[in-house]
């Protein structure tokens, strides 16, 4: 917030890190058999045992559990970009889906050193497709957290020919 006499920087947006626990959704509407999602619903007591890195003094504390949560976007792309991306996850191989991770960074040229960077690898599996149609897949992420926070994130991921693109995830704590 800025005035002629003062200039305020709010921390409303900053994110605290909490522990949770999420499963891949993808609804039966959206599945055409393949590979079961997984369910990390027997792991959510490990939440539990995180820390709280809520730093504000709060007078209420809500609790949910069994939340869905779907993200959607609609991305305009035709069946030349559905079988690129089924070819990109190794649909059709043996081993589909793999490790996907940040790029190699660059050393800065002016200093000559490696810029850090933050960040893990996400770990990726097909559970069905049809080439030029759909992927249905799971996304488990594996990000460095803050010691003592606990986070396992696995997300479904469902995108179609006509640019529908779905991440959708069950949270429990």
């Not at 005035?3 to 499963?23: G, H, K, N, P, Q």
């Not at 793999?98 to 893990?120: L, R």
């Not at 990726?124 to 460095?144: G, W």
Request: with cysteine.
């Amino acid at each position: 917030m800025r005035s002629r006499l003062e200039e305020i920087v709010s921390e409303v947006t900053d994110a605290d890190d909490v522990s949770y626990v999420s499963s891949s959704y993808l609804p039966e509407s959206l599945r055409h058999e393949g590979l079961p999602t997984t369910s990390n619903a027997k792991r959510a007591r490990e939440a539990k045992l995180g820390v709280l890195t809520v730093e504000d003094e709060v007078d209420e504390v809500i609790l949910l559990d069994e939340v869905s949560i779907l993200i959607c976007e609609w991305i305009p792309y035709g069946a030349n970009a559905m079988v690129k991306l089924n070819d990109n996850m190794g649909s059709h191989e043996r081993c589909q889906g793999g490790s996907m991770g940040q790029d190699e960074p660059e050393i800065d040229p002016e200093t000559g050193e490696m810029p850090e960077i933050e960040g893990g690898d996400t770990e990726v599996r097909v559970l069905d497709f049809k080439e030029a149609r759909f992927l249905n897949a799971e996304a488990f992420i594996h990000f460095p957290e803050e010691p003592g926070v606990i986070q396992i994130e696995c997300f479904g991921i469902h995108a179609e020919l006509d640019g529908n693109a779905h991440c959708l995830g069950r949270i429990r704590k």
